[in-house]
């Protein structure tokens, strides 16, 4: 019996993805069909998948609509690991956020001016445009 589950996320960029991972240290591999590793040998596949040091991964699989979904076998993941998913979840997509909107902001020819995280996690990032 298989544990995966899979959770949408609107992650289009694998670029940007490759990146929050880097970011958060996590190592992954990137391909076509790079094996997601489950309870008792299960396997699914996805284009990035992040090693846990575990016999357990964690899994981006691309959907029709372009957007990654994340699948993982989170019990395993959980009982072998000190990853959480509602913790890894926030972590990715907060740091996923913050570098899409750094990406677009430079894209537009603006200067980032200040970047600084408030008491409550969240990111303000002050911009100016170019002169």
Avoid at 41 to 60: C, L
Avoid at 99 to 128: D, F, W
Wanted: hydrophobic letters at 35%.
């Amino acid at each position: 019996m298989s544990h995966f589950t899979r959770v949408q996320t609107v992650i289009r960029d694998q670029v940007l993805l490759e990146d929050t991972l880097r970011q958060l240290h996590h190592r992954y591999q990137a391909g076509e069909r790079v094996p997601i590793r489950g309870y008792r040998g299960n396997t699914e596949y996805g284009q990035v998948v992040i090693d846990t040091g575990s016999q357990y991964d964690i899994g981006f699989q691309r959907q029709p609509d372009e957007t990654f979904a994340l699948c993982a076998d989170w019990w395993g993941v959980r009982g072998n690991t000190q990853l959480r998913e509602e913790s890894f979840t926030q972590a990715l997509n907060r740091t996923y956020a913050h570098l899409a909107v750094r990406k677009q902001v430079l894209e537009q020819g603006l200067i980032i001016e200040e970047e600084r995280v408030l008491e409550n996690g969240e990111i303000e990032i002050l911009v100016c445009e170019r002169f």
